[in-house]
C-alpha cells in the first residue's frame, strides 16, 4: 500500500512559479513510475508530466513542456513538480500518482494505482 500527500500549492501571480511535492509511504515507493495530473473545475483531469522508477525517464503534457520539471528523490521519498512560468490556465487540483505497473510511467490516468488528495494551484493577479 502507497499514501500519497501533496503539498505547496498556493495563489501565485502569472509568470511566477511554485514547487509541489508529493510525499509517499511505503517500501516499494521507490519502485513506481509516478505522475502528476491537474483538474480544473468542470473540466476531465488531465495529465501533467510523468516519471520513471529510475527518474532517468520523464514524460511531460505539451502544455506544460519547457516550463514544468518533474524530479524524484528516493532518499526522501519525494515527487516533485517546479512549476515556472504559470499561466491562468494552470489553475487546478494538482494530484499526484503511483503507478506499480509500469517502469516509465505513462499519460493514463486510469493507469495509476495510488492517488493523493491533491494541492491547489490559482494563477491569478
Known amino acids: 500500500q502507497v499514501q500519497l500527500v501533496e503539498s505547496g500549492g498556493g495563489l501565485v501571480q502569472p509568470g511566477g512559479s511554485l514547487r509541489l511535492s508529493c510525499a509517499a509511504s511505503g517500501r516499494t515507493f521507490s519502485n513506481y513510475a509516478m505522475g502528476w495530473f491537474r483538474q480544473a473545475p468542470g473540466k476531465e483531469r488531465e495529465f501533467v508530466a510523468a516519471i520513471s522508477w529510475s527518474g532517468d525517464i520523464t514524460l511531460y503534457a505539451d502544455s506544460v513542456k519547457g516550463r514544468f520539471t518533474i524530479s524524484r528523490d528516493k532518499a526522501k521519498n519525494t515527487v516533485n513538480l517546479q512549476m515556472n512560468s504559470l499561466k491562468p490556465e494552470d489553475t487546478a487540483l494538482y494530484y499526484c500518482?503511483?503507478?506499480?505497473?509500469?517502469?516509465?510511467?505513462?499519460?493514463?490516468?486510469?493507469?495509476?494505482?495510488?492517488w493523493g488528495q491533491g494541492t491547489q494551484v490559482t494563477v491569478s493577479s
Open positions: 500518482a503511483a503507478d506499480r505497473h509500469s517502469a516509465y510511467g505513462t499519460r493514463r490516468a486510469n493507469e495509476y494505482d495510488y
